[in-house]
């Protein structure tokens, strides 16, 4: 404990908060780019300036306080898994893109967070509420696109190292090689050994974790008005974890593989944009047990694929109104090596315990779905209206409908009150489908319906947002029973979700603030209005920041509330605090020094029962641009 203190005096104390820059535009709302003020729905976007500030380790520790957001599935540290719960939704709920393109790791589920690389992230934009009627299934609770494309000529090398052994390098140029051409190259390597998150189990060891990623982006501009550019992204993890048990067939080390590939043409002029793109992307995780070896006859290997097309067109028909048209065409694929133990006779009375196994196929059927979508937005001062409409057809489940309704009027005094209307679905996952031991072929498509109330001011030195909000999911999927036992099937159930958001954003002195409050109450309506597994009603977060002689200092403080480890335990887990402090200073005009602190106070918490979250944590690095 001595030596972690004596590191945190060696990081000036102060606090955090957001640049005092903010954004101007955003592609996130409607797919085209337009002014961050226009969108009619809470909208957050983390910059690249943000991000280096920050110095995050990972997506979870940059996305954490955001409102609005939960990471109640985080088995441990760097690398271990990490499921965001958006607004009490699911934690496939939420829509992940990569670059505007569905990930193909939500084929057969939802996203890890904690395998995502960070340092090729140029900016992050994170929607709250239902998008369906843009982006189609999956976008009940919000969407999070990760944008790694970049205008900006620069040039960077960085290195961190810190605690349980931590070390990081990251490469990237971003250059414009002609008047019309730019390429974009990043490449990045990160390792720790780690801790052990589950120290209860009989397995004394530490479960590090080990990732690199590349990143390749070309642009080129035909002309004034038409460009063309296609990006590549790639990264690759290697997990170890605990097993629930020391038994053969539980896995402790796994591997992760992904990539996605984009091309795309666009048009733009003063009233008319659209826009043709394509992308291809695969996931695979494959995992055993370690003393087993690879070739171990107890493992599993999921391999999924995404394929789209999408095409849009926007017509400015006045300087106060648009018209938007598209279409999307998706293939999701189970890939044909996908394979898992699966176990043919539990032992009921005793946890995790089965009596026999065999390896089986994991398969699925490729399922194509089709929409085509429409928005027309139109302001008379002081009214803005929005109407969108989506129909999608899933093969497998047939047609949805989906579509959103938003009205906002322009108050007094920098005043403004938004009311919308939304509704979403998602189609069953393969996991949740055809699982082997678990199939649920019976399962049918979740489906939201959810009111929305916001209300902001915004001042020459302080801005403020409240939303109200209420949604209710039809045929919500969840897992009534652990997994130990053989109804471990998902089915389906019916919840209702109401909540608060309160963001504020101001400046005292030199010391800029960004302060949330999140209330979220979300039951299982068919079930005595039980609570939903690891959603805190509670969750609170404050961020500062402030530039003294050339150096940037900042503060971080988040509060989460108790909640439930799981729907079929009495086990609540206690809230907890945790603080984080960081420093950048430039060295010289190109040399920047920074360092961070995570959990400042050694805070002993846990996010999922039995395995500890990170004690407290340090790092140092330097960045040199050319």
Excluded at 392 to 421: C, I, M, R
Excluded at 443 to 457: Q, R, V, Y
Aim: glycine share 6%; proline share 4%.
């Amino acid at each position: 404990m001595s030596k972690k203190w004596l590191a945190a005096t060696l990081l000036p104390w102060a606090a955090y908060a957001q640049n005092s820059s903010e954004p101007t535009s955003i592609t996130i709302y409607n797919r085209v780019e337009q002014p961050a003020t226009s969108a009619l729905a809470p909208v957050e976007v983390i910059t690249k300036a943000e991000i280096e500030r920050r110095q995050p380790r990972s997506l979870v520790d940059l996305l954490e306080t955001l409102p609005g957001m939960q990471f109640g599935s985080q088995s441990g540290g760097i690398g271990q898994l990490s499921s965001l719960f958006v607004r009490g939704t699911n934690s496939d709920h939420v829509l992940v893109l990569f670059n505007g393109k569905p990930m193909a790791e939500m084929v057969a589920g939802n996203v890890d967070f904690s395998q995502l690389p960070v340092s090729n992230v140029e900016r992050i934009e994170y929607i709250r509420g239902p998008r369906a009627a843009i982006y189609g299934s999956k976008a009940i609770g919000g969407v999070v696109n990760i944008i790694t494309t970049s205008q900006v000529n620069s040039a960077q090398v960085g290195f961190t190292t810190g605690s349980n052994d931590y070390y990081a390098t990251d490469v990237s140029i971003n250059q414009w090689v002609t008047d019309n051409t730019r390429l974009q190259l990043a490449t990045g390597y990160r390792e720790t050994r780690g801790y052990d998150v589950k120290p209860d189990n009989n397995q004394p060891d530490r479960d590090g974790f080990e990732s690199k990623n590349l990143t390749l982006g070309l642009e080129h501009q035909l002309n004034q008005n038409w460009t063309l550019d296609a990006n590549l992204n790639g990264w690759q993890g290697d997990i170890e974890f605990d097993a629930r048990n020391d038994k053969a067939w539980n896995s402790d080390l796994s591997e992760k593989t992904a990539y996605q590939a984009d091309a795309g043409i666009r048009y733009a002029n003063q009233q008319r944009n659209g826009q043709l793109n394509i992308s291809y992307g695969e996931s695979e995780l494959i995992s055993w047990r370690e003393s087993e070896g690879e070739n171990s006859q107890y493992k599993t290997n999921t391999s999924t694929a995404i394929t789209q097309v999408t095409g849009l067109t926007q017509y400015h028909y006045t300087d106060t109104g648009y018209a938007l048209a598209g279409m999307d065409w998706q293939r999701e694929r189970l890939l044909s090596d996908s394979i898992t133990t699966k176990c043919d006779a539990y032992r009921l009375t005793s946890p995790y315990d089965c009596l026999s196994s065999s390896m089986v196929r994991f398969d699925a059927p490729d399922r194509d779905n089709t929409g085509v979508y429409a928005s027309v937005f139109h302001t008379w001062s002081p009214l803005s209206v929005e109407l969108t409409g989506r129909v999608d057809d899933n093969e497998q489940f047939g047609t949805h409908g989906t579509w959103q309704s938003t009205l906002s009027v322009d108050l007094p005094e920098q005043h403004k009150a938004t009311l919308s209307y939304g509704t979403a679905f998602k189609a069953p996952s393969f996991s949740q489908l055809y699982w082997p031991g678990s199939e649920s072929t019976e399962l049918k498509p979740e489906e939201s319906e959810n009111w929305e109330l916001g209300l902001t001011g915004d001042y020459q030195v302080l801005n403020w947002q409240l939303s109200l909000y209420r949604n209710q999911i039809d045929n919500l999927i969840v897992y009534p029973a652990p997994f130990y036992l053989a109804a471990n099937s998902a089915e389906n159930t019916d919840a209702l979700i109401k909540g608060v958001e309160f963001v504020v954003k101001t400046t005292t002195g030199l010391l800029h603030h960004t302060a949330s409050f999140d209330y979220t109450d979300a039951e299982d309506i068919a079930n005595d209005k039980s609570q939903l597994a690891r959603r805190a009603k509670r969750k609170a977060s404050w961020t500062g920041d402030i530039d003294v002689a050339d150096a940037n200092l900042f503060a971080q403080v988040l509060y989460v509330g108790e909640r439930n480890d799981s729907a079929y335990t009495d086990v609540v887990l206690p809230s907890y605090t945790i603080w984080n402090i960081g420093a950048r200073y430039p060295l010289t005009q190109q040399l920047t020094l920074n360092g961070k602190i995570n959990n400042l106070f050694d805070k002993d918490y846990q996010v999922v029962d039995g395995y500890d979250a990170p004690d407290m944590e340090f790092y140092v690095g330097a960045d040199y641009r050319f």
